[in-house]
C-alpha cells in the first residue's frame, strides 16, 4: 500500500508544470549620442535598453575650463578677426567702456532677437561711450551677412576654434559642454569686469542688465 501511494505521489509531481524561473529585469540607461552635423546646435538624448551601457560619470563633462574671468578681474586680452577681416584687440578699447557679449551662432532665433535688442538700444550704448563687441564661432563671412541683414552697427568677433570662449571660461548651454553658452560682460575703462550676466533664453535682459551698470559707472 506504502509503495503504492509513493508511486501515485510521483506520477502526480511529473504532471504538474515545472516552475519558471524569475525574470531579470533591468533598467534602461541614458547615455549622450552626438550631433549628425558638427555644426548643429541640437542636442539630444538616446535610450538604450543594453544592461551592458553605462551613463558616463560626471568627469567626462567639459565643466573643468569654466568660471576663470570673475567681476573685478581683469580678463584675458585677445585679436580676432572682425566682420570686414580686421584684427580687433580688446586693448583698443581700453579708456572707454565695453559690453563683450558671447553667443552661439549668427542667424538661430535668440540670437537673432538679441543682436537687434542691442541694435535697438545702440544710441543709448553711445551715450555711456561704451562699445559693443559680440563674439561666436562663425567666421566672417558669416558675420558679414548677418550683421548686414539685421543692420547690425557694432562689431562681431570670429572666434573660431571658441579659444577666447575658453580663456574667458564661458559656460555652455549644456551639461555636455557641446552647445555654446550665452554670456555678456562689462568693463569699465580701466578694462576691469563689472558685471558678468548669463541668460539662455531671455536675449533683451542681456541689454537691460548691461545698461544698467553703465549707468553707474557713469554717475
Known amino acids: 500500500m506504502a509503495a503504492c501511494s509513493s508511486s ?5 509531481a511529473s504532471l504538474l508544470p515545472s516552475p519558471t524561473p524569475k525574470a531579470q529585469s533591468f533598467v534602461p540607461q541614458c547615455v549622450p549620442i552626438l550631433p549628425k552635423s558638427p555644426h548643429s546646435q541640437f542636442y539630444g538624448l538616446n535610450f538604450s535598453f543594453s544592461p551592458s551601457l553605462s551613463i558616463p560619470s560626471s568627469s567626462s563633462f567639459k565643466t573643468s575650463i569654466y568660471a576663470k574671468v570673475e567681476k573685478g578681474s581683469v580678463p ?6 572682425d566682420q570686414d577681416g580686421k584684427n580687433v584687440s580688446l586693448s583698443q578699447f581700453k579708456g572707454k567702456p565695453v559690453v563683450v557679449y558671447f553667443y552661439p551662432a549668427d542667424e538661430t532665433p535668440i540670437c537673432t532677437k538679441e543682436a537687434c535688442a542691442f541694435r535697438d538700444s545702440y544710441e543709448k550704448f553711445k551715450k555711456f561711450g561704451a562699445q559693443v563687441v559680440g563674439i561666436s564661432g562663425d567666421d566672417p563671412s558669416s558675420h558679414k551677412a548677418f550683421a548686414k541683414r539685421y543692420r547690425l552697427p557694432f562689431t562681431l568677433l570670429s572666434d573660431e576654434g571658441n579659444k577666447v570662449r575658453k580663456a574667458w571660461g564661458v559656460p555652455p548651454a549644456d551639461m555636455f559642454g557641446t ?8 568693463l569699465d575703462k580701466q578694462g576691469v569686469v563689472q558685471l558678468i550676466y548669463n541668460n539662455r533664453f531671455q536675449a533683451e535682459k542681456h541689454v537691460d542688465e548691461t545698461l544698467k551698470v553703465l549707468q553707474t559707472l557713469k554717475s
Open 8 to 12: 501515485l505521489t510521483h506520477t502526480l
Open 76 to 81: 584675458p586680452p585677445f585679436t580676432l578677426k
Open 179 to 186: 552647445v555654446p553658452g550665452r554670456q555678456t560682460y562689462v
